[in-house]
């Protein structure tokens, strides 16, 4: 006897609205991971669609007369849609590496398989200058630190522009894609892309240091979704606690700052290894949209004498 099987549902839809709300079912009913620029299925599927049918991202897809939710589709575009939702959900690769772009604070940058796809917090504080107070005439020098596409590199440089902004990373790939963004945003004359493994290279001295490292310990390593292990693990994995990296960063740094400089670090959800490992080092820990345990700023003399008692 022939057993029978339940045919996959498919993307459908005579408008764009229509595409969206099929699109957000599918990727729900896939269990496709979030995270990469998206948090939930409707704003994934609203960046599918509209990317695909070459409609601006900031579209409004609401029920007003100035929205595209209404905009008919012909069978050629829903082909063209499908296909990408499809490659979404076989591949489990994140949406930005599909689509080649991925958005901070609005500004576009290139994205590909070489490198992390950009979701730091930082960029939330170089936009709306929650750490200038930290900062001064004397910040001149300023350091990205684990790089990958260069995103906080060019968004330092468009929030400061009368700094010099270095960004630099282990991975020659990750620099290769750092070096489109760059040249994308014309900012060559003012940003300088360093290949170092941590600060080997660097010997500075830096004003700032921005770096959001490979923080991810090996316990959640293990149970990360397909979707995270599609980007390099050297951009992920920070040993047993997470905090591999972080142990030498925070050594090396004092000798490779000038005297007023301040380290800006993203732990993600490693607040507890981070306080297991350093609990005596005095940082503040700044307030961003996921809450006040994801980015800390430590100050030179903090590290100088943590590291000299």
Not at 152 to 171: F, K, N, Q, R, Y
Not at 214 to 227: D, F, G, H, I, K
Request: glycine letters at 8%; charged letters at 15%; aromatic letters at 6%.
């Amino acid at each position: 006897m022939t057993g029978s099987t339940t045919a996959l549902p498919t993307l459908q839809g005579a408008t764009v609205g229509a595409l969206v709300q099929s699109g957000a079912a599918l990727l729900t009913a896939a269990g496709v991971s979030f995270g990469h620029g998206t948090t939930n299925a409707q704003d994934e599927a609203a960046w599918l669609v509209l990317w695909r049918l070459g409609l601006p991202l900031d579209s409004n897809l609401g029920d007003g007369p100035d929205s595209v939710a209404n905009q008919p589709v012909d069978q050629d575009q829903l082909a063209l849609a499908a296909t990408l939702f499809e490659e979404r959900i076989r591949t489990r690769k994140p949406a930005a590496y599909l689509t080649r772009e991925a958005w901070l604070q609005g500004v576009p940058f290139y994205v590909d398989e070489r490198a992390i796809v950009p979701r730091s917090f930082i960029a939330e504080l170089l936009a709306d200058g929650s750490i200038d107070d930290f900062l001064g005439a004397h910040t001149r020098r300023v350091l990205d630190l684990c790089t990958g596409n260069g995103s906080l590199a060019v968004l330092a440089a468009m929030a400061w522009p009368e700094v010099e902004v270095t960004g630099a990373d282990i991975s020659p790939d990750a620099l290769a894609v750092a070096r489109i963004n760059v040249d994308r945003h014309g900012l060559q004359d003012r940003i300088a892309l360093q290949l170092s493994d941590g600060l080997a290279q660097l010997p500075g001295p830096w004003d700032l240091i921005l770096c959001n490292p490979p923080y991810v310990n090996a316990a959640s390593m293990a149970q990360l979704p397909a979707e995270y292990l599609a980007e390099p693990t050297l951009a992920l994995a920070g040993g047993t606690d997470g905090m591999d990296f972080i142990r030498q960063l925070l050594q090396d740094a004092p000798a490779r700052m000038s005297e007023n400089a301040v380290l800006i670090l993203e732990i993600g959800n490693e607040r507890a290894h981070f306080e297991a490992a350093f609990g005596q080092l005095p940082v503040y820990w700044i307030d961003t949209s996921a809450g006040e345990d994801q980015v800390l700023l430590a100050t030179r003399q903090a590290l100088v004498s943590y590291f000299s008692s």
